[in-house]
């Protein structure tokens, strides 16, 4: 097969490929550094022929032109499986919605539940000599997506990397419909302000529980980001990585001679990951690198696939707790701000991993509005909260004031666990609310 004369068919123009879509379609614009640019444009410049356009897609890094369309609540909505502050903003004006799924369960879903999407449209790297189209860093769910789309429309972008895998990190040009070409830089995520000094004692408690040889799953956020910082900076070797995300805080891990992999029982030196975003750098590390593995989402963050990797640890942070040890990461009250992810998976993986840990963390407080402080320990979950991490699965707890192994307590140990790390100013009343919760015992300590 001519694979160059079949790319040449298939090529055409964003305005022209857009055409496809019909008002009340199903329209996948794929997953965070894979989003549509070109053909976001063009669509939405025909957005006035259209009404009740429905999408899918998640973890936005650019406002899409689509969202900037008049009457945009009349004419489509937005459906993300987890959420960016662009789409925070999105529900907020009235078009966006959450859609509620344990991130692995991504690819099944698409395989076996959504029926037909209408159409697909996903930037990808170029095609290499045998014709296929690497989906950059962002294996996630896309081959199952594209397979339950009528129309698969890939918008090809030289700056994608090219990231290597085992199974469904790319498509192939035979089962491409239409191909358009638009070269802009890929959209970066730094690693947010410096640390405070909240984040670096909470990443000290965790770094000092990390052993040589462990593997390494870090979520979003700046402590997460602290705790990378500090492991490159460590005396720990031997280290591997199989996360759901891929940041920053891993190529410089990388780069300090910390990670090889020896010590995986599976995927022996590799650094597995689902999808990735960061600065240039991480762009420039994955690409066409041999030591990174990019993965469907239903296998990094399968359970049983953490399982059988030894001394797992998986830290993640959350919004708030309430002394049951109810953990919430995704909402504050009945706003939504992420999304479930897979939180959840590597709770319950780095458990059952022989020597895992998981460690979700958090601020004791935060600072409201008018400049007070508030406890993220609460007596219970503000009303409308989300549960995002049920009280059974919780392991170890940590904040900046200490850490805290929450597994099998019962309910009076473990609201003295919980209050244990709170802020000091808050621990007499967070004491007060478990006696009159029935959560506190007169012998526990004062």
């Given at each position: 097969?001519?694979?160059?004369?079949?790319?040449?068919?298939?090529?055409?123009?964003?305005?022209?490929?857009?055409?496809?879509?019909?008002?009340?379609?199903?329209?996948?614009?794929?997953?965070?550094?894979?989003?549509?640019?070109?053909?976001?444009?063009?669509?939405?410049?025909?957005?006035?022929?259209?009404?009740?356009?429905?999408?899918?897609?998640?973890?936005?890094?650019?406002?899409?032109?689509?969202?900037?369309?008049?009457?945009?609540?009349?004419?489509?909505?937005?459906?993300?499986?987890?959420?960016?502050?662009?789409?925070?903003?999105?529900?907020?004006?009235?078009?966006?919605?959450?859609?509620?799924?344990?991130?692995?369960?991504?690819?099944?879903?698409?395989?076996?539940?959504?029926?037909?999407?209408?159409?697909?449209?996903?930037?990808?790297?170029?095609?290499?000599?045998?014709?296929?189209?690497?989906?950059?860093?962002?294996?996630?769910?896309?081959?199952?997506?594209?397979?339950?789309?009528?129309?698969?429309?890939?918008?090809?972008?030289?700056?994608?990397?090219?990231?290597?895998?085992?199974?469904?990190?790319?498509?192939?040009?035979?089962?491409?419909?239409?191909?358009?070409?638009?070269d802009e830089p890929m959209p970066q995520?730094?690693?947010?302000?410096?640390?405070?000094?909240?984040?670096?004692?909470?990443?000290?408690?965790?770094?000092?529980?990390?052993?040589?040889?462990?593997?390494?799953?870090?979520?979003?956020?700046?402590?997460?980001?602290?705790?990378?910082?500090?492991?490159?900076?460590?005396?720990?070797?031997?280290?591997?990585?199989?996360?759901?995300?891929?940041?920053?805080?891993?190529?410089?891990?990388?780069?300090?001679?910390?990670?090889?992999?020896?010590?995986?029982?599976?995927?022996t030196g590799k650094q597995v990951f689902?999808?990735?975003?960061?600065?240039?750098k991480l762009y420039d590390y994955v690409?066409?690198?041999?030591?990174?593995?990019?993965?469907?989402?239903?296998?990094?963050?399968?359970?049983?696939?953490?399982?059988?990797?030894?001394?797992?640890?998986?830290?993640?942070?959350?919004?708030?707790?309430?002394?049951?040890?109810?953990?919430?990461?995704?909402?504050?009250?009945?706003?939504?701000?992420?999304?479930?992810?897979?939180?959840?998976?590597?709770?319950?993986?780095?458990?059952?991993?022989?020597?895992?840990?998981?460690?979700?963390?958090?601020?004791?407080?935060?600072?409201?509005?008018?400049?007070?402080?508030?406890?993220?320990?609460?007596?219970?979950?503000?009303?409308?909260?989300?549960?995002?991490?049920?009280?059974?699965?919780?392991?170890?707890?940590?904040?900046?004031?200490?850490?805290?192994?929450?597994?099998?307590?019962?309910?009076?140990?473990?609201?003295?666990?919980?209050?244990?790390?709170?802020?000091?100013?808050?621990?007499?009343?967070?004491?007060?609310?478990?006696?009159?919760?029935?959560?506190?015992?007169?012998?526990?300590?004062?």
């Amino acid at each position: 097969m001519d694979f160059a004369a079949l790319y040449k068919s298939k090529l055409t123009t964003p305005e022209e490929a857009v055409k496809v879509v019909k008002s009340g379609d199903w329209v996948d614009y794929g997953w965070c550094t894979g989003t549509p640019n070109a053909l976001d444009k063009a669509l939405a410049a025909r957005m006035d022929e259209l009404e009740n356009v429905n999408f899918r897609g998640g973890v936005l890094m650019r406002r899409p032109a689509i969202f900037d369309v008049p009457d945009v609540a009349d004419k489509l909505t937005w459906n993300s499986w987890h959420m960016s502050g662009i789409e925070r903003k999105a529900c907020m004006e009235g078009f966006g919605f959450y859609s509620a799924l344990r991130y692995s369960e991504l690819p099944r879903w698409y395989r076996e539940n959504v029926g037909r999407i209408n159409v697909t449209m996903i930037q990808v790297a170029p095609m290499d000599a045998q014709g296929w189209f690497s989906f950059g860093p962002q294996a996630s769910h896309l081959k199952a997506v594209c397979e339950a789309s009528d129309v698969v429309i890939v918008e090809v972008n030289k700056y994608m990397p090219r990231c290597l895998g085992l199974y469904e990190e790319a498509i192939h040009v035979s089962e491409v419909d239409m191909i358009v070409e638009n070269d802009e830089p890929m959209p970066q995520m730094g690693g947010g302000a410096a640390p405070t000094a909240v984040d670096e004692a909470v990443a000290k408690l965790i770094v000092e529980e990390i052993p040589n040889g462990a593997c390494l799953q870090l979520g979003i956020g700046g402590m997460p980001n602290t705790v990378g910082a500090m492991i490159a900076e460590s005396d720990l070797k031997d280290l591997g990585v199989h996360t759901e995300m891929y940041v920053d805080a891993f190529v410089d891990i990388a780069k300090a001679g910390k990670i090889n992999g020896s010590k995986k029982a599976i995927d022996t030196g590799k650094q597995v990951f689902a999808f990735g975003a960061g600065t240039q750098k991480l762009y420039d590390y994955v690409n066409n690198n041999p030591e990174c593995m990019s993965a469907p989402v239903s296998y990094t963050n399968d359970a049983r696939t953490i399982a059988q990797i030894d001394n797992f640890i998986s830290i993640n942070n959350i919004v708030d707790v309430d002394l049951f040890g109810q953990m919430n990461a995704e909402s504050a009250g009945i706003k939504q701000i992420s999304g479930a992810g897979g939180q959840l998976d590597f709770v319950l993986g780095a458990y059952l991993s022989k020597g895992g840990k998981s460690f979700i963390c958090c601020s004791s407080t935060f600072k409201k509005k008018d400049g007070t402080l508030e406890s993220r320990i609460r007596p219970t979950l503000e009303t409308g909260s989300v549960v995002t991490d049920a009280r059974p699965c919780a392991h170890w707890f940590v904040t900046e004031y200490g850490k805290v192994n929450l597994k099998g307590l019962t309910a009076w140990q473990r609201a003295e666990a919980l209050i244990s790390v709170a802020h000091p100013d808050f621990r007499e009343q967070l004491i007060k609310d478990a006696e009159k919760m029935r959560l506190w015992r007169r012998s526990n300590k004062r």
